[in-house]
């Protein structure tokens, strides 16, 4: 379990499920069965057939008909090709889980003939060939081998997603096709041409695929039919205002009247899905003694490795298995057993808000689905027999949503890809993309990038930009742990800078136990605000780890109301930015002690874009942008009146408040010339 691991040990990987089967002949011959009966594995000739013939074949299946795990491994066993194979995937759950199914399927330990590779965490040997990446690890990974020259076949899954890394790998994928295969019209690759030719395979789950076979120059599309059983759907009578009640209530009513089978509920996000669990385990342990045990599991983008496998297991008789998901599971995996589903409506959507704040910044917005997204999650219950959709709105609600999803290209922050396009020699403004983003988007990515000294005036990558692209981080972040050299405190910032990039907050939100849970956190305050603060917890959490086992560090965090899986990531995130220092010949052990100053002024150097200037009424105004932004109430800054400050993002509700704020000197702003020739001169 998630407990187990000390801090400094890789976190357990899904495997583990797994290693006991790939040991067992017999379960092992039971997987090979249970390939050979997927319904993708009456088409494997004709996939490979039009594989080799075409440079690019679009596939377009029913979801759990075995595209993700099969296809790679008939390309593999068919021999043709001897470098690697690489399937992306938007989702680093999604990348691991399916790398561990895959090498069970060819009875191999994860890692050596099969592997995954997401941030912060891979798995891979020499003698990888098929290798699962999330769509962002293959843009990095352009960085070094722009042709991406190791891979035979590229295969992108879920592009129906159109997760921005998916449209720039499609992008990308255009130019290496003429480069490599010589079918385009650069004259310099004509000598190189077919040499290693590469073989692209998009897949998708969705009715989109005329879109994609356009783009790619009329590449063929082949069908898989699935097995899709049908799906009765109802609808609620009205609109339901609190979706966690309603689910908490339709579950229980699936779990007492209908037969046997398990039920998968679709929720917007991690925060969610916790509330829900906590309530079905209280009610679920009042139930009478006849009903059947309730299991509950979740699935969600930022699950500890290791966890996801729990949804995989067999339901034991006389119980019922209740998976809490995020649009994880609308395709991306497959959860055997399924028959009821419970639908949200809801997801979280990344929004860029280039408008409102000026500068721009990111959100995750609880929105409604697509249509497709509804249709997607009804099918889930359809899979090994006649299933049963509840829907959490109305009939009228399903059909005002729009068709299908806008792509992310379109709605989030294009900075960081602007500067991983800058290394590879790219232009994000002349990529040849499927759907352009807008102007303002560009010009904002840009404005960032030229504050952060990252381009030059004339728009060319500067060498200092091309460390910060070394870094897995933000840009932002990626500076401040440059500018920590020059002020000493690499050690500290390091620290910082993991926890920032941490997919868990650091405080959860505990409104059940507030003031018991501000009493416990004071201890860590320090006066200049909440980077420092964020700093003395992760130093006091560095001295149990070192003292205490694994159940004292669970009661330490518990009783100090701070999150342990946020912790635990921020260690695993700091050792790998600890490697890359090493390989950067940075000192990471440089260290401020306790001054205050050195770390505040490196973080003010990657949140150059993030400083706000006090004003008469109290409120604060930005430097860089128009907003009038109020600190969060959460923050554990003393003066809230001090003159300057920096904060890591904006959180947008009744009014824009600045979260993660410390206070500055408004003497380190004046040192930032970009800065004071704006605003402050
Ligand atoms: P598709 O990509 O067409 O949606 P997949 O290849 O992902 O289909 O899935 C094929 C089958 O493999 C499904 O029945 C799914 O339940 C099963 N499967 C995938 N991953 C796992 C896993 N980690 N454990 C057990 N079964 C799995
Ligand atoms: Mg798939």
């Given at each position: 379990?998630?407990?187990d ?9 899904p495997?583990?499920a ?20 997927l ?5 494997r000739?004709s ?43 938007p ?12 090498s ?5 330990a994860?890692g050596?003939?099969?592997?995954y ?26 960085m ?46 004509k ?14 789950a ?47 009513q ?16 991690q925060?969610?899905i ?14 009478p ?18 966890q ?13 298995k ?22 949200s409506?809801?997801?979280k ?36 027999g ?37 290394v ?11 759907d ?23 728009r ?13 981080l ?10 920590s050299?020059k002020?000493?405190?690499t050690a ?7 926890l920032l ?11 059940s ?19 420092w ?19 004292g ?17 921020a ?6 930015l ?18 205050e ?10 949140l ?74």
């Open positions: 379990s998630e407990d691991d000390h801090p400094n040990q890789p976190i357990g990987t495997d583990e797994f290693s006991t089967a790939s040991r067992n002949r017999k379960a092992f011959r039971h997987l090979q069965e249970q390939r050979k009966q319904p993708i594995a009456r088409g000739e996939l490979i057939r039009s594989i080799a013939s075409n440079d690019v074949t679009i596939i377009l299946g029913e979801t759990g008909s075995g595209k993700t795990t099969q296809l790679p491994q008939y390309l593999l066993e068919g021999g043709s090709y001897h470098g690697q194979i690489a399937v992306t995937q989702r680093r759950v999604a990348a691991t889980s399916l790398a561990a199914r895959v069970a399927e060819q009875g191999q994860l050596t003939l099969v592997g590779s997401v941030r912060f965490d891979e798995r891979v040997g020499l003698g990888t060939r098929i290798k699962y990446l999330t769509d962002g690890m293959l843009v990095r990974e352009m070094n081998d722009p042709l991406l020259t190791c891979y035979d076949v590229v295969i992108v899954d879920e592009a129906h997603e159109r997760t921005l890394r998916t449209d720039i790998v499609l992008a990308s994928l255009k130019r290496i096709l003429a480069l490599r295969n010589g079918n385009g019209v650069d004259s310099s690759a000598g190189k041409a077919k040499a290693n030719p590469l073989k692209v395979v998009i897949m998708s969705t009715l989109d695929a005329e879109k994609f076979s356009k783009f790619f120059e009329s590449a063929p599309v082949l069908y898989v039919k699935g097995r899709q059983h049908p799906v009765s759907i109802y609808y609620t009578s009205s609109s339901q205002s609190d979706y966690l009640d309603a689910a908490l209530r339709t579950f229980f699936i779990h007492v009247d209908r037969p046997p089978g398990d039920v998968l509920i679709f929720l917007p996000g925060d969610d916790e509330n829900l669990e906590s309530s079905l385990r209280m009610y679920a342990n009042q139930l003694q006849n009903v059947p045990d309730v299991i509950i599991c979740s699935l969600y983008a930022s699950l500890p490795n290791g996801q496998a729990k949804v995989f297991l067999p339901t034991p008789p006389d119980s019922r209740c998976i809490l998901a995020t649009n994880i599971a609308e395709t991306s995996i497959t959860i055997p057993g399924v028959r009821y589903v419970i639908d409506g809801k997801q959507e990344k929004r860029h808000l280039a408008r409102i704040a000026g500068s721009g910044f990111d959100t995750l917005l609880t929105t409604d689905i697509t249509k497709s997204s509804a249709t997607q999650r009804a099918g889930r219950a359809g899979r090994e006649h299933g049963y959709c509840f829907r959490l709105y109305t009939e009228e609600a399903f059909n005002s949503m729009i068709a299908s999803v806008e792509p992310e290209v379109l709605r989030s922050s294009l900075t960081s890809v602007y500067l991983q396009l800058k590879i020699g790219q232009d994000l403004d002349t990529m040849p993309f499927m352009r983003p807008d102007q303002e988007s560009v010009g904002s990515a840009l404005r960032t990038l030229w504050l952060l000294d990252a381009i030059d005036d004339s060319h990558l500067t060498d200092f930009g091309r460390s910060l692209a070394v870094f897995p933000e840009p932002q972040y990626a500076a401040t742990l440059l500018a050299v002020h000493n405190c500290e910032v390091m620290s910082v800078v993991a990039s941490s997919s868990s907050p650091l405080f959860p939100d505990t409104s136990q507030r003031d018991k849970a501000n009493e416990a956190r004071t201890k860590f305050r320090h006066p200049s605000g909440d980077h603060t964020m700093l003395n917890v992760f130093r006091a959490y560095d001295e149990v780890c070192a003292s205490e086992g694994k159940s560090r669970k009661d330490w965090c518990k009783h100090n109301f701070v999150n342990q899986r946020a912790l635990r990531e260690w695993s995130i700091r050792a790998q600890r490697g890359i220092c090493e390989r950067m010949d940075i000192d990471w052990s440089l260290s401020c002690g306790n001054e100053s050195p770390l505040l002024r490196s973080l003010l150097r990657g150059l874009q993030h400083v706000a200037l006090l004003q008469p009424d109290g409120t604060y105004k930005q430097v860089m942008g128009p907003s009038v932004v109020k600190i969060h109430p959460s923050s554990f800054l003393t003066d809230k009146r001090s003159p300057a400050i920096i904060y890591n993002e904006l959180v947008y509700t009744t009014n824009i408040y600045a979260r993660g704020v410390s206070a500055v000197y408004k003497s380190f702003i004046a040192e930032f010339p970009k800065l004071t020739g704006m605003r402050l001169s």
